[in-house]
């Protein structure tokens, strides 16, 4: 006598697998490989690298930001936070006191090792190298203008 094919469990349906523009008919068993379960699974993939023997990574250069034209006495500014304000209130970080410069007039942004200047929607806007710009990746010998101030932008001193 031939062994029986197994019956479905009763409340489940038999259903056809379509497998690109083939129908496999009902019953036929499908082999998928046997996955061997991984003992570890919980513990972290992801292999962290250690530096090449003589690798040093560059420090962030210093930059500066010098005034060269406006009202007072020329200064220089490091620029070493990641945002400095620019404007003519308090609490900006580098303070302007003009009628020009708007209160809070523009900031200054470091990424990596560039600074970008950017306008804070000021009246009278920000200049750098005679063109009027809402914001601009600075480089070195750059001017920047600001109301009646003229900076000049330098990198790595």
Same mark, same amino acid.
């Given at each position: 006598?031939?062994?029986?094919?197994?019956?479905?469990?009763?409340?489940?349906?038999?259903?056809?697998?379509?497998?690109?523009?083939?129908?496999?008919?009902?019953?036929?068993?499908?082999?998928?490989?046997?996955?061997?379960?991984?003992?570890?699974?919980?513990?972290?993939?992801?292999?962290?690298?250690?530096?090449?023997?003589?690798?040093?990574?560059?420090?962030?250069?210093?930059?500066?930001?010098?005034? +060269?034209? $406006?009202?007072?006495?020329?200064?220089? !500014?490091?620029? &070493?936070? @990641?945002?400095?304000? %620019? *404007?003519?209130?308090?609490?900006?970080?580098?303070?302007?006191?003009?009628?020009?410069?708007?209160?809070?007039?523009?900031?200054?942004?470091?990424?990596?090792?560039?600074?970008?200047?950017?306008?804070?929607?000021?009246?009278?806007?920000?200049? +750098?190298? $005679?063109?009027?710009?809402?914001?601009? !990746?600075?480089? &070195?010998? @750059?001017?920047?203008? %600001? *109301?009646?101030?003229?900076?000049?932008?330098?990198?790595?001193?």
């Amino acid at each position: 006598m031939a062994p029986k094919a197994p019956r479905p469990s009763p409340g489940k349906k038999e259903v056809e697998l379509l497998r690109g523009d083939q129908t496999l008919p009902i019953g036929k068993k499908i082999d998928f490989p046997k996955v061997e379960e991984d003992d570890d699974w919980d513990e972290p993939r992801t292999q962290v690298t250690k530096p090449k023997p003589g690798f040093k990574p560059t420090p962030m250069r210093a930059h500066v930001l010098s005034r +060269v034209e $406006g009202p007072g006495e020329p200064n220089r !500014v490091v620029l &070493d936070k @990641d945002v400095l304000a %620019i *404007g003519r209130a308090l609490s900006n970080d580098i303070r302007l006191d003009n009628e020009g410069v708007s209160r809070n007039h523009a900031r200054l942004v470091r990424l990596d090792d560039e600074f970008t200047v950017e306008d804070l929607e000021s009246r009278n806007g920000i200049y +750098v190298n $005679g063109l009027q710009v809402h914001s601009a !990746v600075l480089r &070195d010998g @750059d001017e920047v203008q %600001i *109301g009646d101030f003229i900076f000049a932008y330098q990198e790595g001193l």
